[in-house]
């Protein structure tokens, strides 16, 4: 009887099964890692795509920034000149407006002019045949916005009319008359002395005008 040896064929057979095995293994490993440097790559990607974003705002932050400082210094600027405008409005104001209370103090103290000044003065209820010779003043002081007139004039009517005057004008405010009385003054534009009456009359002053216009009745 003859008799066969199987076992080299099984021991074979199991080497055989025991490679492919690691092969299979290996290549498993393989697909594992393929995988995981796909994903590692895509990932990557979505980073530095990520990252560009992030730089990206952080520029745009910097020129909003830059903005936001720029836009604070320019109104940081304004501010500051308008301030010095201001000051050279008030130095201005305070240079000018003393010359045009005086103007039109003048103007109030002066016949009209022409038909022009006339018809003006008219419209102020202001007497245009009233002779202002007959009113002097001796005294004109002005201390934080109030001012304080003296002087003497030939009766009470002129001093009705001088202060009738004031009221219309565009540089005094809320005058009134202190007191007007009996006086004998030694004379103003060349008058000689005699029989006169004095009187204060006091008020608010504005060098500020509400415009530039020329005062009717002003001289230059």
Do not use: C
Not at 2 to 27: C, D, E, H, M, Y
Not at 46 to 53: A, F, M, S
């Amino acid at each position: 009887m003859i008799r066969v040896n199987l076992l080299p064929i099984k021991q074979a057979r199991r080497r055989s099964a025991g490679r492919t095995q690691l092969i299979l293994f290996v290549l498993l490993l393989l697909a594992e890692f393929g995988a995981i440097g796909v994903i590692y790559m895509i990932h990557s990607e979505e980073l530095g795509n990520k990252q560009k974003q992030v730089a990206q705002h952080n520029v745009e932050v910097n020129v909003a920034n830059k903005e936001v400082s720029d836009h604070a210094r320019l109104e940081a600027e304004e501010s500051t000149l308008r301030q010095q405008l201001g000051v050279l409005d008030d130095l201005e104001r305070n240079r000018t407006g003393p010359v045009r209370v005086f103007d039109e103090l003048q103007g109030i103290l002066s016949p009209p002019r022409n038909e022009e000044d006339r018809f003006s003065q008219l419209q102020k209820n202001w007497n245009v045949e009233w002779d202002t010779r007959r009113l002097w003043l001796e005294k004109f002081s002005d201390k934080d916005k109030s001012i304080e007139l003296e002087g003497f004039a030939g009766n009470a009517d002129d001093v009705a009319e001088f202060l009738q005057r004031l009221t219309t004008a565009r540089h005094f405010n809320d005058m009134q008359l202190d007191f007007v009385q009996t006086a004998t003054a030694t004379g103003g534009q060349g008058q000689a002395a005699a029989r006169t009456v004095q009187f204060r009359i006091t008020g608010k002053i504005s060098y500020q005008a509400a415009d530039d216009k020329a005062v009717a009745g002003q001289g230059t």
